[in-house]
């Protein structure tokens, strides 16, 4: 199957290899994940296996709806835009799709995160923490980060890879002709190395913003304000370049992520084709 015909599922098909790719991801990246919040939190490093997967049973369970809901978002747009496949949709109505269903997702990334952030600042258990974010009625804290952000970081790999994998095949046939695997992979550093530099503000902001906990008197002097805390973070660091504070492991393993969600994308994609293709066939 090339990048450019993809097949049309359904709605369930979409969510299922969304939420298989995601959970497949975060898995194996939790540790970046530890590493990158701690260097953004400003906490120290603690090179321990507890350390790196606290929070994973949460990052798991966010994950898997959350790239579920890009996937299917993502796959259903597509298919009522085309007309069921029919019309061939350009690459900027694949690009603001792309973006639309990462900016939608992010009604279930942001509480999640938020959770995981919490439960890492302060080592305490998801059900503990989760009552005590409700408690202080704070559970979209920083929802609007996580809007840019994954606008960003989905038209990254569910728009750009597939783009440019697809113009690499073509353009360069004698080296990536009939190597998908090899285009796919320069492609999804590149759209990686894009969702990195473009999301890494929003991601870092939004991090210290959810890390920060206002009393539960809701004292006026606590700043809610997530433009304040960016001008306090710049303030204290004396440079803008504190918003890029864990650029190298977010960079990491967005540059992975896309990759290996790109490939779970495809993989996945196409069995469900295969599958629908078989029942056709036994039953014919």
């Given at each position: 199957m090339s990048s450019g015909e993809r097949p049309v599922l359904s709605a369930y098909e979409y969510a299922a290899a969304g939420a298989i790719a995601g959970a497949v991801e975060v898995t194996i990246q939790q540790p970046e994940i530890a590493w990158k919040n701690a260097i953004q939190d400003k906490r120290p490093i603690m090179f321990h296996p507890?350390?790196?997967?606290?929070?994973l049973t949460i990052n798991i369970a966010s994950m898997a709806p959350y790239t579920a809901v890009q996937f299917a978002l993502n796959g259903m747009m597509t298919k009522w835009l085309s007309k069921g496949g029919e019309r061939p949709l350009g690459d900027w109505e694949?690009?603001?799709?792309?973006?639309?269903?990462?900016?939608?997702?992010?009604?279930?990334?942001?509480?999640?995160?938020?959770?995981?952030?919490r439960q890492q600042r302060l080592g305490s258990a998801l059900v503990p923490t989760a009552k005590d974010i409700l408690i202080r009625k704070e559970i979209l804290r920083g929802f609007s980060l996580a809007f840019l952000r994954d606008s960003i970081y989905v038209c990254g790999y569910l728009g750009l890879t597939?783009?440019?994998?697809?113009?690499?095949?073509?353009?360069?046939?004698?080296?990536?002709?009939?190597?998908?695997?090899?285009?796919?992979?320069?492609?999804?550093?590149?759209?990686?190395l894009v969702a990195a530099v473009g999301t890494q503000p929003f991601d870092t902001i939004?991090?210290?913003?959810?890390?920060?906990?206002?009393?539960?008197?809701?004292?006026?002097?606590?700043?809610?304000?997530?433009?304040?805390?960016?001008?306090?973070?710049k303030d204290q660091a004396?440079?803008?370049?504190?918003l890029y504070d864990g650029m190298i492991p977010?960079?990491?393993?967005?540059?992975?992520?896309?990759?290996i969600l790109s490939e779970c994308r495809d993989v996945m994609e196409s069995w469900f084709e295969k599958r629908k293709m078989n029942k056709v066939a036994t039953v014919s």
């Open positions: 507890k350390f790196f997967y606290r929070g694949k690009l603001g799709i792309a973006a639309t269903a990462g900016g939608l997702s992010a009604l279930i990334s942001g509480p999640a995160e938020l959770i995981l952030i597939p783009l440019w994998k697809e113009q690499l095949m073509k353009s360069f046939p004698d080296k990536f002709g009939d190597k998908p695997l090899a285009a796919s992979m320069v492609a999804s550093v590149a759209a990686g939004k991090t210290r913003y959810q890390a920060m906990m206002p009393p539960l008197d809701n004292s006026k002097h606590f700043s809610y304000s997530w433009l304040s805390v960016c001008k306090q973070m004396g440079s803008w370049r504190v977010r960079g990491m393993r967005i540059v992975f992520g896309v990759f």
